[in-house]
């Protein structure tokens, strides 16, 4: 582990607007089951992020174009017609 490339959930936030710091909280909330478990290093109360694991941890999650548009490219949930114009 290279000690250099640990950061705090603020400077993680900071540098990628992608992430906020609520909703790395809640991936380290959940990191038992989402695997982000084997990416912190906690030091008291402290989390840190390895930053070479978290990237890992990521590329893991990627989702590849197989062919054609994603299946799910958008929400195709609509509110039972009862619900429709109220």
Known sequence: MNYEKLRT???IADANPAFTEASLRWM???SDENGLDKVIVRVGRRVLF???EFND???RRRQV???G???NAGS???PPRSY???
């Open 9 to 11: 959930v603020k400077q």
């Open 28 to 30: 380290i909330y959940r």
């Open 50 to 52: 390895d930053m070479d």
């Open 57 to 59: 941890w990521l590329e």
């Open 65 to 67: 174009r197989v062919n």
């Open 69 to 71: 548009p994603r299946e």
């Open 76 to 78: 195709s949930w609509r």
């Open 84 to 86: 429709v114009g109220r």
